[in-house]
């Protein structure tokens, strides 16, 4: 399974983004997919999370009416819009997916995550 993020940059606040991850080796329409963000000595922070047929989707309350997370099975790609940037967003952003348990906050529910795209927020 390889996920591989795209998107990531440096924004002024209140400037958007859009994340992009694609994955391969993997159904990718059976999987449900999930962003989080990491800051360097930080446990892992679950953002969002999409079910397998885009059903259902789930934001942290630090992102919520800010951030609209999309997926197109199609293309075995999963999306993250991110408008109204903050500086506190800016982090490290990971594609996630292979979940099995019951909180989708949780990092250490997914198999297999890429290595992320940097979000950089300057105020």
């Known amino acids: 399974v390889q996920l591989v993020e795209s998107g990531g940059g440096v924004v002024q606040a209140g400037g958007s983004l859009r994340l992009s991850c694609t994955a391969s080796?993997?159904?990718?329409?059976?999987?449900?997919m999930a962003w989080f963000r990491q800051t360097p000595g930080k446990e892992r922070e679950g953002v969002s999370y999409?079910?397998?047929?885009?059903?259902?989707?789930l934001y942290a309350d630090s992102v919520k009416g800010r951030f609209t997370i999309s997926r197109d099975n199609a293309k075995n790609t999963l999306y993250l819009q991110m408008n109204s940037l903050k500086p506190e967003d800016t982090d490290m952003y990971y594609c996630?997916?292979?979940?099995?348990?019951?909180?989708?906050?949780?990092?250490?529910?997914?198999?297999?995550w890429g290595k992320g795209t940097q979000v950089n927020v300057s105020s």
């Open positions: 996630e997916t292979g979940f099995a348990g019951r909180l989708w906050r949780v990092a250490a529910n997914y198999k297999y």
């Open positions: 080796g993997l159904t990718f329409d059976d999987n449900d």
């Open positions: 999409i079910n397998f047929s885009g059903a259902w989707p």
